[in-house]
């Protein structure tokens, strides 16, 4: 198990929406030269699964590990070279995306710049940069520090299962970082390491029509890809209420979908389903599947309708932590395209 993934046309990223009540090459429409902190922070005020973070913190989520970081931290890309960092870069999050090939000098200092806070910044990223010449051992049900500030650098290396997290800060906050590591079958957001389709080639969404949604409590969007959890965030309850308006408005029919003559086959699509869950206070629960990786599996289902995906349908799912880079057609750009 990789924590970097090349996304291809013929293959299928996955999106769970929970809704509850209490509880590295660019595919076709990819947006090119993606900066480390250029999207918005989805609302993280409600714990639905689990223990809180820390006061002021907020929990982030990959694969089956959680980690803390403090609430203000924004998001980017793992291996964002040190060179190319902003000057108002803010400390951030990074999950695998597309990253610039770009050396940058310095590699023969004691101390690489880019380990350095004062020149590399400050980051948590889940996954090991291009560049690394590590060579992990994955460890199961196990979480080990591999380095720590080795050599005077402020970069320490954590192995948490089968996930490698990279931890860059001053050493006090480091080691704050550090002390949440752990694993997790269902995250903060009450989002499943594993969802429920995977092995399961007949899962499909159950429950009412979007359009007989009442009193949302929230929705928890659970990003899968390759049946593997890579992100989650939760939308409150009036920005809820807006996304589910937004997807019972979208026109049924589901799409967009390119020609069927520039499709490729696959074997099996059946592991890499993108999801919505909804689950509501009342007795009714369901399921909405948003599938966008695909060549010819695009749209909004409910269990009763396919819908097509449009902007308002699709953006509030993929802020911060659930940010989309690869998208399986250029028909898709006006909808997954960040705003400037």
Not at 209 to 238: F, H, M, Q
Not at 285 to 291: E, K
């Amino acid at each position: 198990m990789t924590t970097t993934r090349r996304m291809t046309s013929a293959r299928l990223a996955v999106i769970v929406l929970s809704l509850a009540a209490c509880s590295s090459e660019p595919a076709a429409g990819q947006t090119a030269d993606v900066e480390a902190a250029d999207v918005r922070t989805p609302d993280a005020t409600t714990v639905v699964h689990g223990d809180p973070p820390p006061e002021g913190w907020r929990w982030e989520s990959y694969q089956d590990v959680q980690i803390a970081v403090p609430q203000d931290w924004d998001y980017g890309i793992v291996g964002r070279p040190w060179c190319q960092r902003a000057d108002d870069e803010k400390p951030f999050v990074g999950r695998p995306g597309p990253v610039r090939e770009i050396a940058c000098s310095g590699a023969e200092d004691a101390v690489e710049p880019g380990q350095k806070v004062s020149t590399g910044g400050q980051f948590v990223w889940f996954g090991l940069p291009p560049d690394s010449a590590l060579d992990l051992v994955q460890t199961p049900n196990e979480t080990n520090v591999i380095s720590d500030g080795h050599g005077g650098s402020d970069r320490a290396v954590v192995q948490a299962g089968t996930v490698s997290i990279v931890v860059q800060a001053p050493a006090e906050l480091r080691a704050q970082i550090i002390s949440t590591v752990r694993l997790a079958e269902i995250d903060h957001n009450g989002c499943a390491a594993v969802p429920p389709y995977a092995g399961h080639p007949k899962w499909g969404p159950s429950g009412p029509e979007v359009t007989e949604y009442t009193d949302i409590k929230g929705i928890s969007a659970c990003s899968y890809v390759d049946a593997e959890l890579v992100g989650s965030l939760r939308l409150n309850p009036e920005q809820a209420t807006e996304a589910i308006a937004a997807i019972a408005s979208a026109p049924v029919g589901g799409g967009p979908f390119n020609p069927a003559a520039l499709c490729v086959p696959v074997e099996d699509e059946s592991d890499d389903v993108a999801q919505l869950i909804l689950q509501v206070d009342a007795a009714a629960a369901g399921t909405i599947v948003l599938s966008y990786g695909g060549c010819s599996s695009t749209g909004l289902d409910d269990g009763t309708a396919v819908r097509t995906l449009t902007r308002d349908s699709v953006q509030p799912f993929i802020q911060g932590p659930n940010r989309v880079y690869h998208w399986g057609s250029s028909l898709l750009d006006p909808i997954f395209a960040p705003d400037e």
